[in-house]
């Protein structure tokens, strides 16, 4: 399994303008992304402006995929706009999985 995480900082106010867009995402372009498996947006509880982004795919390629896709990239742009930060992609290679 290969797994990306994104951290971002919502710019104030946009919080749940941000969430909304991560669901605008699950209705639209999920059934479009070939090798997505999950994912899930984490708050953090100690600053709720801050967002953790975990995005399960069946392979490394899969995910590369997403990523150059044209209507994901415009999603990403939307985050982008949300967000006080560029969101830090950081990807991962699933090692142990509990259930």
């Not at 600053?47 to 399960?56: K, P, Q, T, V």
């Not at 150059?68 to 560029?86: C, D, G, K, P, Q």
């Amino acid at each position: 399994m290969f797994v990306t995480i994104s951290i971002y900082q919502a710019r104030v106010g946009e919080e749940d303008a941000l969430i909304g867009l991560h669901e605008d995402w699950q209705r639209t372009l999920q059934s479009k992304a070939r090798g997505y498996l999950s994912g899930e947006l984490l708050r953090n509880i100690k600053n709720s402006g801050e967002f953790l982004s975990i995005m399960r795919f069946e392979t490394q390629q899969a995910a590369h995929v997403l990523a150059n896709n044209a209507e994901h990239h415009m999603w990403l742009l939307r985050l982008a706009s949300l967000a006080e930060n560029v969101p830090a992609l950081t990807e991962y290679i699933s090692e142990w999985l509990s259930s």
